[in-house]
C-alpha cells in the first residue's frame, strides 16, 4: 500500500532534528534507515503527519574509539556494524548478531540506533545491548543524559525515551580480554525474526568460568538479563556439566508469550536449551 | 502535502523530479521514470523483487522513500546491460543456468547477486543462500539460482573457482 500523506524534514543535524520533533508534536516520527518504518506505514499501521529523516545527519554517524568504550553513532547502518574493524576487535558479540539481523539489503539500511529506539521484543540488538551494559545518549529540548541498557526497554515497542527526544550515539563499554561471545538465534525460515535469541558472554580462566553475561530475546515484552544464569555461572568449573546446571535458571524472571510462531512454553524451553549452548560456546567449551 | 524536488541518476541517466514525500522508491522509478523491471513483491520488505543498488549497495526500494535518494545514484535491472549483446555476467549466468521460471523475483535476484559477488567475489553455497536470502521466489526452490550464481562467479572471476 502507499502511505498516508506526510511532511517530510531532512535533518541536518541533531538540534535540528529535535526542533523538528518539538514542532511536530505527537505525531511526527524520526526516520533512521526506515526498515521497520517503512513497512509499518505501507501497511498504514502509523499515520504520521511529518516525518524527520535523520540518515543525514553526521553527529549521528561514526565509530569511535573511547578508551575503555566503543561509542557507535545511533544512524551506524547493519552493515557497517558487522564490518567495523573496532567493534570487530573490542565488542563482537554486537557484529555476531548484528550478522544475524534481517537479509544483506535491510542490513544496508537499517541503523543500530533505529533497532534500539523500535524495542520490538524480537529484536536481536536489545538483547546485545543489555547483556554488554550498553549506555544509550539521548538527546532532547532539555539538552542531552544517558540512559543504560537496563532502563531503556519498558514494554513492548517502548522505550523511556521522552516522544521528543533522538537516540544519538551508543556506548558499549569493553569488557577487556579473556572474554568469549556467542549469538544463538533460533527462527524458523531465512531471514525470520529470532523465536528466541541468546547472547553471551564469558570470561573464562583456564578450567575456571569468571563471569558471565547472558541476555535473552523474545523472552517477555523487553530483552531480559538472565540474571540467575549469571550468577550460576560465577566461578563455576567451566565444564558442559555446570554449564547445563546453570542454564536450567534461564526463565528465571522471563514473561514469554505464545504467538503465532511458538506457545510460551516451548518458549521457556528454547531458552534453557540455547543459552545452554550459547554459554558452551562463548566459553569454548 | 508540498510536493519536494529531487535529482536521482537511475541507470546512469540524471532525473531531476518533483515527489510526494510518501512516494515510494519503486513507485517513482515504475510510474515516474519507466522503470517497469523493478517491481513489487509485497507490503512488508520481505521478498527482495523491488531490490536495486543504491550507491552501489542493494536496497529493498519499497523500503526507501524516492527523496531520500536525493542526489544518489541507483542502478535497476534496466541498466545493467552494456547494451542488447553485451549482458552482465549475472544476466547470462541466470539465463544459462535456467535460474528463473516466471521471473517475477528475477531483477531483485539478479541485483542481489551483483552485490553479493561485489563483496564476496567466490561465496560458498551456503554463502550464496544466505547472501541471497532476503530475496524469495516462489517458482524454482533456489537450486537453479545457486548453481546461477556459481556461474556468475566462474565467468567474472575467468573461471577462478
Ligand atoms: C523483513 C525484515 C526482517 C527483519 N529481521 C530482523 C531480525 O531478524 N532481527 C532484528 O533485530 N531486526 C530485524 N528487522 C528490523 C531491522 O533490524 C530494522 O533495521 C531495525 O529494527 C530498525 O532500524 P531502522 O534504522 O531501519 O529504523 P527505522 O525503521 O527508521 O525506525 C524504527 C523506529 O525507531 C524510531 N527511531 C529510529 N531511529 C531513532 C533515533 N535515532 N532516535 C529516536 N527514534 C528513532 C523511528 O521513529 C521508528 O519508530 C527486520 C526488518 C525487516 C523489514
Ligand atoms: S516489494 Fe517485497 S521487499 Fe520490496
Ligand atoms: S522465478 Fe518465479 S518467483 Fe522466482
Sequence with gaps: MIPVSFDYVRATSVADAVAALVAGGEDAKVLAGGQSLMPVLRLRMAAPTVVIDCSRVTEMQGITD???????????THHEVMNNPLINEHTPLLAMATATVADPAIRHRGTLGGALAHADPAGDLPAVAL????????????????????????DYFTTSMAEDEILVSIRVPKLGPGWGYHYEKFQRT????????????????????????????????GPVRASSVEQ????????????????????????????LHAAADYREHLARVMTERAVAKAAGI | MSHIPISVTVDGTTYDSEVEPRTLLVHWLREDIG????????DTSSCGACTVLLDGQSVKSCSVLA???DG????????????????????TAFKECHGLQCGYCTPGMVLATVDLLGENPTPTEAEIREGLEGNLCRCTGYHNIVKSVQYASDLMSGGAR
Design chain 1, 190 to 221: 531465512a531471514q525470520g525474526w529470532a523465536i528466541v535469541g541468546v547472547a553471551a558472554a564469558v570470561q573464562r580462566n583456564n578450567g575456571t568460568i569468571n563471569q558471565a553475561r547472558v541476555g535473552l530475546t523474545n523472552m517477555g515484552p
Design chain 1, 66 to 76: 573511547a578508551g575503555d568504550s566503543v561509542v557507535i553513532g545511533a544512524g551506524t
Design chain 1, 232 to 259: 550460576a555461572l560465577t566461578n563455576a568449573a567451566a565444564t558442559a556439566e555446570s554449564v547445563a546446571a546453570a542454564a536450567q535458571s534461564a526463565t528465571d524472571g522471563t514473561r514469554a508469550t505464545s504467538d
Design chain 1, 131 to 154: 547483556a554488554l551494559d550498553a549506555v544509550m545518549t539521548v538527546v532532547g529540548p532539555q539538552g542531552s543524559r544517558d540512559i543504560p541498557a537496563a532502563e531503556l526497554f519498558t
Design chain 2, 67 to 69: 527523496v531520500q535518494a
Design chain 2, 72 to 91: 544518489q545514484s541507483i542502478t535497476t535491472i534496466q541498466g545493467l546491460a552494456e547494451g542488447e549483446d553485451n549482458w552482465h555476467p549475472v544476466q
Design chain 2, 35 to 42: 522503470r517497469v523491471g523493478t517491481v513489487v513483491g509485497c
